[in-house]
C-alpha cells in the first residue's frame, strides 16, 4: 500500500517564504511530483524530483530525500495568487505513470 | 492551443440513473486518467488507460465504467451503483514515451451532484 501525508493547512504573509512537507510510504517508488490546485480548478504541474537533492524553478524549489521518505515544496517571496491547495504525488514503479496523490495542504496567503 | 476539455462543467443525477462524463484531449497523449476528488481531500484513481482499446481500474473503480475508443477521448460512466457519486471528477493525459517525468495534464473538471 501506500500513503503521503501533509499538513492540512500552512498560512503565511505576502512576501514570506513557506515549506510544505510530504512524507510517504510507498511500496514502490519512481519520484515525487507536486501539483497546485486552485478552488474548483484543475491542478498543474510544479516540479519533479527523481533523484535526492533540491530542484529549483522560478520561486518555487523542491526536495527529495529518499532514505528518509521525505520531500518539501519551498515557496519563496510569496503572493497572493499563491493561495491554493498543493499536492505531493508519489509514482510508482509497478504503476506505470499511475500517481498516488497525498491529501493536500491549503495555503493561504494574507497581506 | 492544446489541452483536456471536460464536458459538463456541472452535471446533476437522479437516484438510480446512470451519467456520463465526457472528457477529450488534443494532445496527442496515449494514457489518460480519470480522478475523483472530495472537499478537502486528494485525488483518488477510478481508471487509467495506457493506450486505445485497453483500460484498467484505479483504487476506486467500483460503480464506474469507462471506454478507450478512440486516443482522443476516454468517457467516464457513473452509474447507478455507484451509492455515493457527488464528487468532483477530474480527467489527465500524459504522453507515455521515455522512462523519465511525464507531467499530468488535467481539464477543468465536471461537479457531479445528486438531485
Known amino acids: 500500500g501506500q500513503s503521503l501525508e501533509q499538513p492540512s493547512e500552512v498560512t503565511a504573509v505576502e512576501g514570506a517564504i513557506v515549506q510544505i512537507n510530504c512524507t510517504y510510504q510507498?511500496?514502490?517508488?519512481?519520484?515525487l511530483s507536486w501539483y497546485q490546485q486552485h478552488d474548483g480548478g484543475a491542478p498543474t504541474f510544479l516540479s519533479y524530483?527523481?533523484?535526492?537533492g533540491l530542484e529549483e524553478t522560478g520561486r518555487f524549489s523542491s526536495f527529495l530525500s529518499r532514505s528518509d521518505s521525505y520531500g518539501y515544496l519551498l515557496l519563496q517571496e510569496l503572493q497572493m495568487k499563491d493561495s491554493a491547495s498543493y499536492f505531493c504525488?508519489?509514482?510508482?514503479?509497478?504503476?506505470?505513470?499511475?500517481?498516488?496523490f497525498g491529501t493536500g495542504t491549503r495555503l493561504l496567503v494574507s497581506p | 492551443d492544446g489541452g483536456i476539455t471536460q464536458s459538463p462543467k456541472y452535471l446533476f443525477r437522479k437516484e438510480g440513473q446512470n451519467v456520463t462524463l465526457s472528457c477529450e484531449q488534443n494532445?496527442?497523449?496515449?494514457?489518460m486518467y480519470w480522478y475523483r476528488q472530495d472537499p478537502g481531500q486528494g485525488l483518488r484513481l477510478i481508471y487509467y488507460?495506457?493506450?486505445?482499446?485497453?483500460?484498467q481500474k484505479g483504487d476506486i473503480a467500483e460503480g464506474y465504467s469507462v471506454s478507450r475508443e478512440k486516443k482522443e477521448s476516454f468517457p467516464l460512466t457513473v452509474t447507478s451503483a455507484q451509492k455515493n457519486p457527488t464528487a468532483f471528477y477530474l480527467c489527465?493525459?500524459?504522453?507515455?514515451?521515455?522512462?523519465?517525468?511525464?507531467?499530468?495534464?488535467f481539464g477543468d473538471g465536471t461537479r457531479l451532484s445528486i438531485l
Open positions: 510507498t511500496s514502490g517508488f519512481y519520484g
Open positions: 524530483n527523481a533523484l535526492d
Open positions: 504525488a508519489v509514482r510508482r514503479v509497478t504503476g506505470f505513470q499511475k500517481l498516488v
Open positions: 489527465a493525459s500524459s504522453s507515455s514515451k521515455g522512462i523519465g517525468n511525464q507531467p499530468q495534464h
Open positions: 488507460s495506457q493506450i486505445v482499446n485497453d483500460f
Open positions: 494532445l496527442n497523449h496515449d494514457a
